[in-house]
T-cell receptor
Framework: GAGVSQSPSNKVTEKGKDVELRCDPI?????LYWYRQSLGQGLEFLIY????????KSGLPSDRFSAERTGGSVSTLTIQRTQQEDSAVYLC??????????????FGEGSRLTVL | KQEVTQIPAALSVPEGENLVLNCSFT??????LQWFRQDPGKGLTSLLL?????REQTSGRLNASLDKSSGRSTLYIAASQPGDSATYLC????????????FGAGTTVTVRA
């Protein structure tokens, strides 16, 4: 597709379950970002990938959160043993990181996670 | 730590009026600044990207200015329309940390028909 694609768009899970959120960036974009937007809160940086490497994981809230990226393309954000405070919209963005518009981020529609 | 502030938090104007949205940031050593639009329940749509060497960018009815030395950016929307109703967010990337966007809390705009 032409834009950043995220799935699922909505996920309702029970406390304690694991969830996986997927992001398919714009083709050719080397940089990929995960952000979290909680109700009434601003956007919170989680993790950044350059290719398959994650130079900065400092934004991940706890060790229950992990992310990987394979083939320099699709990324998966995994939340283990979900808690109610994990409920939020998880947004993925990608960037070409080169050229005149280097650094311009393009966001997906987000994955809305609700933990009951 | 970069702090980004957007004022006002909310704005309501009649259709046709020009909109002025303000963004300020504490660390002027930025790599770029980006304005986004977010509709309810949706992701973010990029509006304008201003590199640190630029002073403004224009796209249609939108114009964004950047004054690095004073740590300010302003988004102007000319001749507002009801379809412009959304939340507008600005975000900056530090030159020393050129991958992590720091977001403001946004300005929620309502354009009344």
């Amino acid at each position: 597709g032409a834009g950043v694609s995220q799935s699922p768009s909505n996920k309702v899970t029970e406390k304690g379950k694991d969830v996986e959120l997927r992001c398919d960036p714009i083709s050719g974009h080397t940089a990929l970002y995960w952000y979290r937007q909680s109700l009434g809160q601003g956007l919170e940086f989680l993790i950044y990938f350059q290719g398959n490497s994650a130079p900065d994981k400092s934004g991940l809230p706890s060790d229950r959160f992990s992310a990987e990226r394979t083939g320099g393309s699709v990324s998966t954000l995994t939340i283990q043993r979900t808690q109610q405070e994990d409920s939020a919209v998880y947004l993925c963005a990608s960037s070409s990181y080169r050229g005149l518009d280097a650094g311009e981020l393009f966001f997906g529609e987000g994955s809305r996670l609700t933990v009951l | 730590k970069q702090e980004v502030t957007q004022i006002p938090a909310a704005l309501s104007v009649p259709e046709g009026e020009n909109l002025v949205l303000n963004c300020s940031f504490t660390d002027s050593a930025i790599y770029n600044l980006q304005w986004f639009r977010q509709d309810p329940g949706k992701g973010l749509t990029s509006l304008l990207l201003i590199q640190s060497s630029q002073r403004e960018q224009t796209s249609g009815r939108l114009n964004a200015s950047l004054d690095k030395s004073s740590g300010r950016s302003t988004l102007y929307i000319a001749a507002s329309q009801p379809g412009d109703s959304a939340t507008y967010l600005c975000a900056v990337v530090l030159a020393s940390n050129d991958y992590k966007l720091s977001f403001g809390a946004g300005t929620t705009v309502t354009v009344r028909a």
